[in-house]
């Protein structure tokens, strides 16, 4: 991995190795509980498992891509865009990701791939029409301040446990409810069955805590890297408000469809109203961040 000129971040790197601790014990207790509650499912769920963390790691840049319908583009083909990217990697000394383009009103951002040789950032229609240059370039290099912190792939892999365990939680319910639970002839099933339904809760519900609380810090982080590196926290202070409050005017069965990939954007799509999307968000508040956002430019102006 290639130093850049972002600034570290030692508490995001031991919250990182601390997430990942964590998630490698729940992991370890899951896998055992599984093979100890069902001994022949045991082997199937490790390998599906396996299965699922090689095609996360390996090809979520091109399966983010795909759902989102963005398109890589080329210099020629967005100068504007390819532009404000090259003054962020002159800025940051950070090779230059893959450029991308989501045909969506939503205004938003993401950055994905496993490493920076492999990074691409993606950018919204919706956001290219409703920011300037200079606010474009905060959330990019906000965006580009993930992948020189590594906690993309962290999150991917961080991510893959809850996947796992949500699987089979509804493959032991829909199991369960087609008689699995009620087997008078063979009880055991329905033990098994409702063993490994209440483990893979447990370890979904711990790692669904642990990834969330991470990824509302990794924000934080990757705001204060790009306002530190661009020197202009105001410009990415005005992106914010505005495509927060740009937001609440998207119809509800966009922002419906964009919600699955709030993990990945620069600012959360929510739809109206107070759901367990916004008790348990991947981003912390929007004032929480604009008050750092503040602080930084005091900083600044001090020449701190």
Known sequence: ???????PDRGLTSRMLLTMFLLGLVYVVFVGAVFVA?????????????????????????????????????PEQAPELHGVVDRIIALSDAPKPKVAIA????????????NQKKAVVCVTTGLLRRLDP?????VLAHEMAHVAHRDVAVMTIASFLGICAGLLTRVG???????????????????????????????????????????????????????LLTGRPSALASALTKISGDMARIP?????????????????????????????????SLDKRLDQLQKISGQLGRGE
């Open 38 to 74: 069902a001994p022949r499912f045991g082997p199937i769920a490790l390998l599906v498992a396996a299965v699922f963390l090689f095609a996360q790691y390996f090809f979520s840049d091109r399966m983010t891509l795909f759902a989102m319908r963005a398109q890589v583009v080329t």
């Open 252 to 284: 509800s069965r966009d922002l419906r469809s964009a919600e699955p990939f709030n993990a990945f954007f620069f600012a959360p799509a929510f739809t109206k109203g107070v759901s367990l999307s916004t008790l348990f968000s991947t981003h912390p």
């Open 134 to 138: 200079v606010e474009l370039e905060g």
């Open 173 to 227: 319910l829909q199991a369960g409810l087609f008689g699995g639970f009620n087997r008078r002839n063979d009880q055991n099933t329905g033990l098994i069955l409702l063993a490994v339904v209440v483990v893979s809760a447990v370890a979904y519900a711990i790692s669904f805590l642990l990834t969330r609380a991470l990824s509302r810090y990794r924000e934080l982080s990757a705001d204060r890297a790009a306002a």
């Open 103 to 114: 045909d969506t009103d939503v205004p938003n951002a993401f950055a994905t791939g496993r």
């Open 1 to 7: 991995m290639a130093r850049t000129r972002y600034a």
